[in-house]
């Protein structure tokens, strides 16, 4: 006798287990990270809590069970966790983050200025047209690795654009690491194309210049899940990614997106680490150099021009690492040593026009 079995198999595809629906912290971005750095003891004294949004006056933080303003410290950023001291909020203790994006202040010190902590995904937006430029995505996808937060290229206005073959060529050329996609962000694309970044307890931010759709993107992302419960009026929508400070928005979906103008503005200081990682084939290359500060010109045993000379590098790619690495280490550099630089620079001058006049 053969038995049928078949009720009892899980069908193809199904999970056996329904998948648990996420916490109320886990929906806020908590992760495993933040709970090893305590314990659970700690955790019910001094309850989790996120910053959402960052004001002169104060922090407003977001837990389960949670809303509340803290007192502002110089130490936090939108996307920080806490322990919230309930009684004394300013005792509250700062996690350590996953990921951080900084600047450099403008004014005499240049002190680092904090934009945002625990970015789980950034995406760089361009467009297939003559905004796309690789060098401005490399620096882009170089900042992301130093903040480590991971990026993924997005190329917008592909319905405008007869092939996007060359574009997402040159863009997936960039990095191995990095994932592109080419969209309309206009149409329903966005929502499955991002879908698998913007999980519930994901943080994701955009940077890109004006005009390349950062906005509509974001509009789009929410707009599917609004779409979806039907439940939010579309000026109500429209307003809340509209921001002129550090803020977290959260779709229904809990995705947490960031909004804030400092992103736009991210220089290419402090970012050697992050230009290293972009071009790690090219810094491994020049390690094979024979002098140790190669400059890749005229030394002998230069392994990056052996390596050019074969075809087996790209001149434009070799051109721009070194663009990219002296711009970062002019903008990192302090005003006293620019001017000490530029001091040496102009006493070599003065040095040689003395020899030419004898
Ligand atoms: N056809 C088409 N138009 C697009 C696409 N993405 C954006 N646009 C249009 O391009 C214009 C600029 O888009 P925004 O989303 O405002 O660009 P942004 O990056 O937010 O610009 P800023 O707010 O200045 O930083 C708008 O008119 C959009 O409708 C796309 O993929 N296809
Ligand atoms: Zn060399």
Known sequence: MTRDYSKFLTPAGSSPLPKRAPSPLQMLGWKPFFSQQTDVDTLATTPPVRVTEVHRSGLR??????????????????????????????????????SLFERRAAGHDRKRQMIAANVDTVFIVTSCNRDFNVARLERFVALAFEAQVT???????????????????????????????????????????????????????????????????????????????GAVREDDNRGRHTTTHRQLHFTPDGCAVLDTPGMRELQLTDVEDGIAE????????????????????????CAVRKALEAGEIDADRLARWRKLAAEERFNTATLAQRKAHEKSFHKKIKTVQQKKKR
């Open 151 to 229: 990026p993924v290229i997005l190329l917008t206005k592909a319905d405008l654009c007869d092939d996007t073959a060359p574009y997402l060529d040159d863009a997936r050329a960039i990095s191995n690491r990095v994932v592109v996609e080419a969209l309309n962000a206009k149409s329903s694309e966005p929502a499955d194309k991002l879908a698998s970044w913007c999980t519930p307890g994901q943080t994701v931010a955009f940077l890109g210049s004006s005009g390349v759709g950062k906005s509509t993107l974001v509009n789009a992302l929410f707009q599917r899940s609004v779409a979806d419960t």
């Open 278 to 301: 972009v071009f790690d084939d090219l810094v491994t290359l020049a390690g094979r150099c024979r002098f140790n500060d190669c400059a890749h010109e005229t030394e002998p045993g």
């Open 61 to 98: 933080v977001l837990g389960d069970g949670i809303d509340t303003t803290i007192p502002p410290g110089p130490e936090a950023t939108v996307g920080d966790w806490f322990l919230l001291d309930q009684t004394n909020p300013a005792n509250s203790i700062l996690l350590d983050r996953i």
